[in-house]
């Protein structure tokens, strides 16, 4: 659903401005020749236009190149005190965090952008501000928002007579209505917004919206139609050079012959589809062109399941199944991994590759939980940014530029007809009065509403305040758990003993060397407690000081070894202090300590494929967690403290950062089911150098 609107934004951008959809190669050669000259100008208002059109045009490209050269003319703009440039930093700021997914940061740029045009009484500016404001309303799936937007804005492109932005918008809340499957409200603002690109003259705009009502025909099942509109569109748009425009309607005639069960031609449409995506470049294409491949092999899946016989149908929808899946991982599309999963569980289980389909099945779960559970914090995120901006939303000044702006027009309406009929002197000298009675009463009103405003102001500054208050107690409260849980009291108990023992035996080298080691260790744990990050090799160092005291009390049967990756930087990852001790400490206490014989403990670090995490794997040999639980569970008052502060802890951390940290715990069996050990594998994302 993302991705849908992904494209819905970027072509709402096209629609608002007098330009056509520009294939990703053209835009590309742009941003080329426009940062050449970048390094020849001066750090003037002109250098801050061309860093705005260069961040603005790679939304579509490459996001994060986007959002750096974003953040550099919000810092040259902010240096020359230029409010109408800083205006245009925050809207290409905005596009790029949108198509990054960061809706949250997005819409705080939208408002700041905003709040300028406001200022600064550009209309225009405050159409775009709201125009973009509608598409995260959308996006968020607050349709009702979304149309109050699009229609702010429809309103202010219609004072300024801006006939191109308004189909623009005209389209976007038929988009919104025909998501919720309103499909009549959608075909009556589709066919008001291709009126208004016929009397335009634009070919390309009419091409595009002959295709959106093919698609609405479709899903009300007039394909007879649907095919119609959908024909004339692709017609058209052959004639210019945008291949994704090309593929898109192209995947929509396969839509279309699928619906009806003609899966030869709808195969004809999908695989050209997927070589026009393919031939063009950038994520947003690459992402379509894995869509391309899931719909590809899920035609050839029910091609197979209608001739059972044919292994080549089975092979073929298998093949491009798996195509989706490489395709969406490289470009971190969850949807498209959770569909393709699902399509392709079942095209291994109709082989007859149980084994297969059931692991494709699991990930199919996996990728479902995740988005379930990302709709929710997004639901969550989405009140916690209204009760921040809602008293913005509906600006006084904005209300007031619309205001004054018809009563000048009424004005100059009275002037023309005075000048034109002399004779209607009573009817101008009545428009003026009228004119000064509506602006004392605006004016008053004005005034009324500024004394609301501020008073209401003043309470939601106090509810933030209660509100961060109460968030950094809680902080406070499982920093001081996480804390308490590694100065485990028996831990310290066993430690202390093992050091006497050495005294009594008069072994004073040990004694000495272990009590070294002990002090350090507590040091460690007390000195890295209040820090937010420490790197790799400070937690392996705090980790080797806890495993060789505990070697010292377990003696030779115990082997416990760190392996890390070759030419791991381990001086250059960044982690949160303390995360991986309690997880070794768990296997020794609850794993290897009741275990007769040889003990067993290997820790692996290195990291992920993608770079993006350190993978930590703790593997041991001991009874299990299911016996420790039974042993544990003997024991009178027992209650695992350090598993529930670790637990909170990891909650907490993922609650700041976009890249979660992800704990995996395996019991380890034989063939005869008996517990053999347990693998616990720490997934922490890689951080960023803290501040100092």
């Given at each position: 659903?993302?991705?849908?609107?992904?494209?819905?934004?970027?072509?709402?951008?096209?629609?608002?401005?007098?330009?056509?959809?520009?294939?990703?190669?053209?835009?590309?050669?742009?941003?080329?020749?426009?940062?050449?000259?970048?390094?020849?100008?001066?750090?003037?208002?002109?250098k801050?236009?061309?860093?705005?059109?260069?961040?603005?045009?790679?939304?579509?490209?490459?996001p994060?190149?986007?959002?750096?050269?974003?953040?550099?003319?919000q810092?040259?703009?902010?240096?020359?005190?230029?409010?109408?440039?800083l205006?245009?930093?925050?809207?290409?700021?905005?596009?790029?965090?949108?198509?990054?997914?960061?809706?949250?940061?997005?819409?705080?740029?939208?408002?700041?952008?905003?709040?300028?045009?406001?200022?600064?009484?550009?209309?225009?500016?405050?159409?775009?501000?709201?125009?973009?404001?509608?598409?995260?309303?959308e996006?968020?799936?607050?349709y009702?928002?979304?149309?109050?937007?699009?229609?702010?804005?429809?309103?202010?492109?219609?004072v300024?007579?801006?006939?191109?932005?308004?189909?623009?918008?005209?389209?976007n809340i038929?988009?919104?209505?025909?998501?919720?499957?309103?499909?009549?409200?959608?075909?009556?603002?589709?066919?008001?917004?291709?009126?208004?690109?016929t009397?335009?003259?634009?070919?390309?705009?009419?091409?595009?919206?002959?295709?959106?009502?093919?698609?609405?025909?479709a899903?009300?099942?007039?394909?007879?139609?649907?095919?119609?509109?959908?024909?004339?569109?692709?017609?058209?748009l052959c004639?210019?050079?945008?291949?994704?425009?090309?593929?898109?309607?192209?995947?929509?005639?396969?839509?279309?012959?699928?619906?009806?069960?003609?899966?030869?031609?709808?195969?004809?449409?999908?695989?050209?589809?997927?070589?026009?995506?393919?031939?063009?470049?950038?994520?947003?294409?690459?992402?379509?062109?894995?869509r391309?491949?899931?719909?590809?092999?899920?035609?050839?899946?029910?091609?197979?399941?209608?001739?059972?016989?044919?292994?080549?149908?089975?092979?073929?929808?298998?093949?491009?199944?798996?195509?989706?899946?490489r395709?969406?991982f490289?470009v971190?599309?969850?949807?498209?991994?959770?569909?393709?999963?699902?399509?392709?569980?079942?095209?291994?289980?109709?082989?007859?590759?149980?084994g297969?389909?059931?692991?494709?099945?699991?990930?199919?779960?996996?990728?479902?939980?995740?988005?379930?559970?990302?709709?929710?914090?997004?639901?969550?995120?989405?009140?916690?940014?209204?009760?921040?901006y809602?008293?913005?939303?509906?600006?006084?000044?904005?209300?007031?530029?619309?205001?004054?702006?018809?009563?000048?027009?009424?004005?100059?309406?009275?002037?023309?007809?005075?000048?034109?009929v002399?004779?209607?002197?009573?009817?101008?000298?009545?428009?003026?009065?009228?004119?000064?009675?509506?602006?004392?009463?605006?004016?008053?009103?004005?005034?009324?509403?500024?004394?609301?405003?501020?008073?209401?102001?003043?309470?939601?500054?106090?509810e933030?305040q209660?509100?961060?208050?109460?968030?950094?107690?809680?902080?406070?409260?499982?920093?001081?758990?996480?804390?308490?849980?590694?100065?485990?009291?028996?831990?310290i108990?066993?430690?202390?003993?093992?050091?006497?023992?050495?005294?009594?035996?008069?072994?004073?080298?040990?004694?000495?060397?272990?009590?070294?080691?002990?002090?350090?260790?507590?040091?460690?744990?007390?000195?890295?407690?209040?820090?937010e990050?420490?790197?790799?090799?400070?937690?392996?160092?705090?980790l080797?000081?806890?495993?060789?005291?505990?070697?010292?009390?377990?003696?030779?049967?115990?082997h416990?070894?760190?392996?890390?990756?070759?030419g791991l930087?381990?001086?250059?990852?960044?982690?949160?202090?303390?995360?991986?001790?309690?997880?070794?400490?768990?296997?020794?206490?609850?794993?290897?300590?009741?275990?007769?014989?040889?003990?067993?403990?290997?820790?692996?670090?290195?990291?992920?494929?993608?770079?993006?995490?350190?993978?930590?794997?703790?593997?041991?040999?001991?009874?299990?967690?299911?016996?420790?639980m039974?042993?544990?569970?003997?024991?009178?008052?027992?209650h695992s403290?350090?598993?529930?502060?670790?637990?909170?802890?990891?909650?907490l951390?993922?609650?700041?950062?976009?890249?979660?940290?992800?704990?995996?715990?395996?019991?380890?069996?034989?063939?005869?089911?008996?517990?053999t050990?347990?693998?616990?594998?720490?997934?922490?994302?890689?951080?960023?150098?803290?501040?100092?």
């Amino acid at each position: 659903m993302f991705l849908f609107r992904l494209l819905l934004y970027y072509l709402s951008f096209q629609l608002a401005f007098p330009f056509g959809v520009r294939s990703q190669v053209v835009e590309q050669c742009r941003i080329d020749s426009l940062a050449k000259i970048l390094p020849t100008m001066k750090d003037d208002s002109n250098k801050v236009k061309l860093l705005n059109e260069i961040s603005f045009t790679y939304f579509s490209l490459d996001p994060a190149k986007g959002i750096k050269t974003g953040e550099q003319a919000q810092s040259l703009a902010m240096r020359l005190q230029w409010e109408k440039g800083l205006a245009g930093a925050f809207h290409s700021l905005g596009a790029n965090y949108w198509a990054s997914h960061q809706l949250i940061k997005a819409q705080n740029y939208y408002w700041q952008d905003l709040q300028i045009n406001e200022r600064l009484d550009n209309k225009a500016g405050i159409a775009r501000s709201l125009h973009e404001l509608a598409i995260t309303y959308e996006t968020q799936y607050n349709y009702p928002k979304a149309i109050e937007y699009y229609e702010k804005a429809l309103s202010v492109y219609v004072v300024l007579n801006d006939t191109f932005s308004r189909l623009g918008c005209l389209a976007n809340i038929a988009n919104v209505y025909e998501v919720q499957h309103k499909y009549d409200d959608a075909l009556g603002f589709f066919n008001q917004s291709l009126q208004l690109c016929t009397e335009y003259g634009n070919e390309r705009h009419i091409a595009y919206m002959a295709g959106r009502l093919g698609s609405i025909y479709a899903q009300k099942g007039d394909y007879r139609k649907a095919l119609s509109f959908e024909t004339q569109s692709l017609e058209t748009l052959c004639k210019y050079p945008n291949l994704y425009d090309i593929a898109s309607v192209l995947s929509n005639i396969g839509d279309i012959y699928e619906e009806q069960g003609r899966h030869d031609s709808a195969l004809n449409y999908y695989l050209r589809a997927y070589r026009q995506a393919a031939v063009a470049k950038g994520t947003w294409t690459r992402t379509w062109q894995g869509r391309y491949a899931r719909k590809i092999g899920s035609t050839y899946l029910a091609m197979s399941r209608e001739n059972t016989t044919d292994d080549r149908l089975q092979r073929l929808s298998i093949d491009y199944q798996k195509r989706a899946i490489r395709i969406a991982f490289s470009v971190r599309d969850n949807e498209s991994l959770r569909d393709s999963y699902q399509l392709l569980s079942s095209a291994q289980s109709l082989a007859g590759k149980d084994g297969e389909a059931l692991e494709s099945y699991k990930q199919y779960v996996l990728y479902k939980d995740s988005l379930a559970s990302a709709d929710h914090d997004w639901e969550m995120t989405r009140h916690e940014l209204e009760y921040e901006y809602g008293k913005k939303k509906d600006s006084l000044s904005y209300v007031s530029e619309l205001q004054q702006s018809r009563l000048t027009e009424l004005a100059q309406q009275q002037q023309l007809t005075r000048l034109t009929v002399k004779q209607q002197w009573l009817y101008g000298l009545a428009g003026i009065a009228v004119i000064c009675l509506a602006g004392s009463f605006f004016i008053f009103r004005y005034h009324t509403e500024q004394l609301k405003l501020k008073n209401e102001l003043k309470r939601e500054k106090a509810e933030k305040q209660l509100r961060d208050a109460e968030y950094q107690r809680r902080i406070n409260e499982v920093t001081f758990s996480a804390l308490h849980s590694q100065m485990n009291p028996h831990f310290i108990f066993n430690a202390l003993n093992t050091i006497q023992s050495f005294v009594y035996s008069n072994d004073k080298g040990s004694a000495s060397q272990y009590l070294g080691k002990f002090s350090e260790l507590i040091r460690k744990i007390l000195d890295n407690s209040n820090k937010e990050r420490i790197t790799l090799e400070e937690e392996i160092h705090i980790l080797q000081l806890y495993i060789d005291i505990e070697k010292a009390r377990f003696g030779d049967s115990l082997h416990a070894d760190i392996e890390k990756q070759p030419g791991l930087d381990m001086e250059n990852i960044f982690l949160p202090p303390l995360l991986i001790q309690p997880f070794a400490e768990n296997a020794i206490k609850h794993g290897l300590l009741h275990l007769s014989g040889e003990k067993k403990l290997l820790i692996r670090i290195g990291k992920s494929s993608d770079d993006q995490f350190v993978d930590i794997v703790i593997d041991d040999n001991g009874i299990g967690r299911e016996h420790s639980m039974a042993i544990n569970n003997r024991r009178i008052g027992h209650h695992s403290f350090a598993n529930a502060a670790n637990q909170r802890r990891i909650e907490l951390i993922n609650q700041m950062q976009d890249k979660k940290t992800r704990v995996e715990i395996i019991d380890k069996r034989n063939t005869d089911g008996a517990p053999t050990g347990t693998t616990v594998i720490i997934s922490i994302p890689v951080a960023a150098k803290p501040a100092l």
